[in-house]
Structure formats: C-alpha cells, structure tokens
C-alpha cells in the first residue's frame, strides 16, 4: 500500500515556521505582515477558501484584511481597491480571489496587482521569473510551491532522472506546477484534456501530478507501479451512501484503485489543499521581509 502524504501536518510545519519569521521580523523591525484578501461576489467554495486564509493570516499574527466587493461591482471599482492595496505600506500581499464574476476580465485586473505584493504569483513578472529561473524574487504559485514541497518531502529535491507528467495546464496549477519540476530537473511532459492515449502518457510518470478538477478521473491501472502521485484536485460529489442530498471531497484520482500501485500519494482532502494555504503565509512573510530590506 501507498505511503499517504500527510499535507496537513507539512503545512502545519511550514506555518510554525512562518509565525516564527512574522514574530522575529516585529521584533527587530517593528514590521507586522500584511496580507489583504478580495473577493467580489458570494460563490460559496470562495467563501470559505477567503475565510480560511483570513483565520490563518490572523493565526500567524499577521495584518491580516479582507475585502469584499459586491458581485455586480464594475471591474474598475476592483481595480481602484488594488491600487488603494498597493499603495498601502501596511500590506505586503494582496490576492483578489478567482474565480471573478464574469463581467470582469480577470486577467486585466491580475495585472494591476503589483508584482512586488502578488503572493498569487500571477502577475506576467512573476510567472516570467519562474520560467527563467529568477527566483530569489519572484513569488511562485501557492499549490504548485505547496505540492512540489510534499514532493521534496517524499523523494527529495533532485528529480533528475526521473520522469514527471502534469495533467492539467492551467496558469494557476499545470504550468507553474511544470516549471517547478523542470528546475529540480525532471523530464517534464505536460498533458490535458486534449492528449491521446492520456492513461499512456500517465504510466510513464515517475512523479504523477493530476490538476485536470475532474473527479477521479485518473484510475489505478493510469498509474506506474511505485510512483509517487500528487492529487491537486478538489471535487465535490454527491454522496447518496451517506444519506440523502450528502456530498464527499474526492480528488482528480480514484484514490482507492491509485493506492494499490503508488509508492506514495496525497489523500483529498488533508494533502495538497492545507499546502496551499500555507504557501500563501509564506509568501507574504517573504514579501513583508523584501519590503523591510
Ligand atoms: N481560486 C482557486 N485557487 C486560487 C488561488 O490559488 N488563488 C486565487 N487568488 N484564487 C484561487
């Protein structure tokens, strides 16, 4: 059976450490982190991802602000709240929460966020440092740093040799995720929706991450023996075993079958998602810690 990565206590190690590095940076410089959260509009998963980095900002003694835009408020609105948030001395890291409702063009208002506070590791400066290499200044995305880190932890830093495939090619998980494994030297293939023969492709992975938000959607037999498997995906399902109108987390992969052939594997929930978070308060502790020189 599969070693199952324990997310929630690495990130629990990773936030220990984080409130150390807030605690020691108020001291010597009277510098209190601050990280500003935005959502606009009320979809419940966001909701309760906003509340959630909200707690554990507080958690970390950091300045921790939230911000909450009507659902019909105009894209402009949003972007003078990132500006005010930019200008703001007292906050290091601002994310503003997506999905955004559709009237607002997300992208354009990413940019505007600036890059020296984008803890998302969104914004084109960003995601250019990490494509080159740059990355003692540049912010990298939470879950692609959080499941890279449950890697390390796993089979170590150096991944030269070994093989790793991504499904899923999104900015905010597949490719930032496939840079990460490409700079500890794996041999990278990114795959989606699109590639054929995608359960083939998969057995060729050493390190095997799913972030396609398909629910168990990568089988066992998908799955080379020993691998180690990095499940980013969050779904909700309906649940009838457990009663009527119920619903269970799965994963991107059918956990049960991917245990029986993995070396190791994340659970959902308890593996990538508590990384996630942690990875942010990292990144804002880094951010308060550039601004302090
Ligand atoms: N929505 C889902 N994941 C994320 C994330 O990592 N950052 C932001 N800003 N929104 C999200």
Excluded at 187 to 195: F, G, K, L, N
Aim: hydrophobic fraction near 45%; charged fraction near 25%; glycine fraction near 10%.
């Amino acid at each position: 059976m599969a070693e199952r990565i324990d997310g929630k206590a690495v990130a629990a190690e990773v936030i220990e450490r984080v409130k150390r590095a807030a605690d020691a940076l108020r001291e010597k410089t009277g510098t209190k982190t601050g990280l500003a959260v935005v959502i606009v509009g009320d979809d419940p998963a966001s909701q309760v991802y906003v509340a959630s980095k909200g707690r554990m900002a507080k958690e970390c003694g950091f300045h921790s602000v939230e911000h909450r835009l009507p659902e019909d408020a105009s894209g402009d609105e949003l972007i003078d709240l990132v500006g005010r948030l930019n200008d703001d001395p007292s906050i290091h890291g601002i994310l503003v929460q997506l999905p955004l409702p559709a009237h607002m063009d997300a992208g354009r208002v990413i940019q505007t966020i600036s890059p020296e506070k984008d803890v998302d590791g969104f914004h084109f400066i960003n995601v250019g440092k990490l494509g080159t290499g740059e990355r003692e200044t540049a912010f990298v995305p939470c879950t692609p740093a959080g499941s890279m880190l449950l890697i390390e932890r796993t089979i170590g830093k150096e991944l030269s040799g070994k093989t790793a495939v991504v499904v899923g090619r999104s900015n905010i998980v597949g490719k930032p995720m496939a840079n990460l494994l490409l700079a500890a030297n794996a041999t990278v293939t990114i795959a989606h929706s699109r590639t054929p023969d995608l359960a083939a492709v998969c057995r060729t992975a050493d390190v095997l991450v799913a972030a396609v938000g398909r629910p168990e959607m990568v089988r066992g037999d998908w799955i080379k023996p020993g691998a180690v498997v990095i499940d980013v995906g969050i779904n909700r399902i309906d649940a009838p075993e457990r009663g009527e109108g119920k619903t269970r987390l799965v994963g991107d992969v059918a956990y049960g079958e991917a245990e029986k052939v993995a070396s190791a594997i994340t659970p959902v929930p308890g593996g990538v998602g508590p990384m996630t978070i942690a990875m942010l308060m990292a990144n804002a502790v880094t951010s308060a810690y550039r601004a302090a020189g």
